[in-house]
């Protein structure tokens, strides 16, 4: 049972261009959303994260938008850079901040210089 | 500040032969996490310590798979027999208590059951 899906399992954008990621969610007691970057041989690494009382929460050239009501959360790269080719990973969890993640199956996306 | 230490970073075994992996937790982190990692797939927690209790096993497959975090800092990860799906990648994290959400994780270990 995948509570948390990336159904594009790649991405290929020409640098400069805006990158978008897809989340989808099953279980509606999900209330904190995450998203990790993943270059090979290293672990994640935290990017950004959402409470569910936002849609929308911007870091930079990063922006995740949540739509409770659709079940769906997606992650904004302006402008992409070559910096950014790596797996991205979005992970959910419920009752609060403070319990277990659930991930999603990734994304690796391709910044062609 | 020192990140979260695993190892080995790979190791190659043959089916129904043990294995073990360390971690390490960044200084003053109480809780501990091993994932499963699957190519292909995201992460998927295996068991969560809080000091050197254990707070949720719920996925973890006990019939061959078992982990201790003594004095509430190291931990190892052991897997006895091993099959050819536990081919994958280990990670290790670790957060302060109820930062779920702020986990920093290891490099982990890749393991290949052949």
């Known amino acids: 049972d995948q509570q948390v899906k990336q159904n594009s399992p790649s991405l290929s954008v020409q640098e400069g261009r805006i990158s978008i990621l897809n989340c989808d969610y099953t279980n509606s007691m999900f209330d904190y959303f995450l998203w990790y970057k993943k270059y090979p041989a290293e672990g994640p690494t935290f990017l950004i994260s959402?409470?569910?009382?936002?849609d929308k929460n911007e870091d930079g050239r990063f922006t995740v938008f949540l739509n409770k009501s659709a079940k769906h959360l997606s992650l904004h790269i302006v402008p992409s850079q070559p910096g950014d080719s790596a797996v991205y990973f979005c992970?959910?969890?419920?009752?609060?901040?403070?319990?277990?993640?659930?991930f999603g199956g990734g994304t690796r996306v391709l910044v062609k210089p | 500040e020192a990140g979260v230490a695993q190892s080995p970073r790979y190791k190659i075994i043959e089916k129904r032969q043990s294995v073990a992996f360390w971690c390490n937790p960044i200084?003053?982190?109480?809780?501990l996490y091993w994932y499963q990692q699957i190519l292909g797939q995201g992460p998927k927690l295996l068991i969560q310590?809080?000091?050197?209790?254990?707070?949720?096993d719920s996925q973890l497959p006990k019939d061959r798979f078992s982990a201790e975090r003594l004095k509430g800092v190291d931990s190892t990860l052991k897997i006895q027999p091993a099959k050819l799906e536990d081919s994958a990648v280990y990670l290790c994290?670790?957060?302060?208590?109820?930062?779920?959400?702020?986990?920093?994780f290891g490099p982990g270990t890749r393991l290949t059951v052949t």
């Open positions: 994290a670790s957060s302060l208590v109820g930062r779920a959400y702020e986990q920093y």
């Open positions: 992970a959910a969890s419920r009752g609060g901040a403070g319990n277990k993640l659930t």
């Open positions: 959402i409470s569910s009382i936002k």
């Open positions: 310590f809080q000091n050197n209790g254990v707070v949720d």
């Open positions: 200084s003053g982190h109480a809780t």
